[in-house]
Structures are given as structure tokens and as C-alpha cells.
């Protein structure tokens, strides 16, 4: 069984760096054909994808965040890390990390962390 599980701070200050973990267990971040997502959603909002991290360690980034956004990982640790820089209130939302498997066709989202709540106030 596959576990993730999101942490870091839950208020950050306008204009600083959000810093969130996602730890995983029962399976290796380095595993072909995951890709290691980052996702959140906004209160009253739908979900924003954020971006990815690659089973071979390469990063994908949504356009309208790549300016502001950094993903890494640890595989020693087996966790995942994403930063999100110059923070505004219009970044509060529940982040999630979560697993998607893509292979010949077969796509889909299999596992998800509970969320972590970021609020961006001064």
C-alpha cells in the first residue's frame, strides 16, 4: 500500500517561499511510469495541477506557475518537495501530492495525500 504524505508549514507570509514534503512510503519515487504530481485547490475553487517530478527525477511545470515554482526530490529520503516563491494571498489553498501512472495508455491517478493547508497572510 502506497502512502503519501504532505507537511510543512501552514501559514507563510506574503511575498516569501512556500516549502512543503511529501513523503512517501510503500513504493519508490524512482519506480517507471509515475510521475509524482503536486495539486491544489483553492477555497470555493476546483483543482490546479502545479506540476510533476518524473520517475527519471525530470520536472514539468504548469505555465501560468513555472516562474514561481520548483519541484525536487530526495530519493535517499523517498520524498518530494515543492517550492512556490513571492506568495500572495491568492496562493491559499489545501496542497496535495499524489501519484499518477502513465503507461501505454493506461493513465490514472492511483494514490493521494490527505492535503496540507496553506494559508498566505501576514
Known amino acids: 500500500q502506497v502512502q503519501l504524505q504532505e507537511s510543512g508549514p501552514g501559514l507563510v507570509k506574503p511575498s516569501q517561499t512556500l516549502s512543503l514534503t511529501c513523503t512517501v512510503s510503500?513504493?519508490?519515487?524512482?519506480?517507471?511510469?509515475?510521475?509524482w504530481m503536486w495539486i491544489r485547490q483553492p477555497p470555493g475553487k476546483g483543482l490546479e495541477w502545479i506540476g510533476y517530478?518524473?520517475?527519471?527525477?525530470?520536472?514539468y511545470y504548469s505555465p501560468s506557475l513555472k516562474s514561481r515554482t520548483s519541484i525536487s526530490r530526495d530519493t535517499s529520503k523517498n520524498h518530494l518537495t515543492l517550492q512556490l516563491s513571492s506568495v500572495t494571498p491568492e496562493d491559499t489553498a489545501v496542497y496535495y501530492c499524489?501519484?499518477?501512472?502513465?503507461?501505454?495508455?493506461?493513465?490514472?491517478?492511483?494514490?493521494w495525500g490527505q492535503g496540507t493547508q496553506v494559508t498566505v497572510s501576514s
Open positions: 499524489a501519484r499518477y501512472y502513465n503507461n501505454a495508455g493506461d493513465s490514472r491517478y492511483d494514490y
Open positions: 510503500g513504493g519508490s519515487i524512482t519506480a517507471t511510469y509515475y510521475y
Open positions: 517530478i518524473a520517475s527519471t527525477g525530470s520536472p
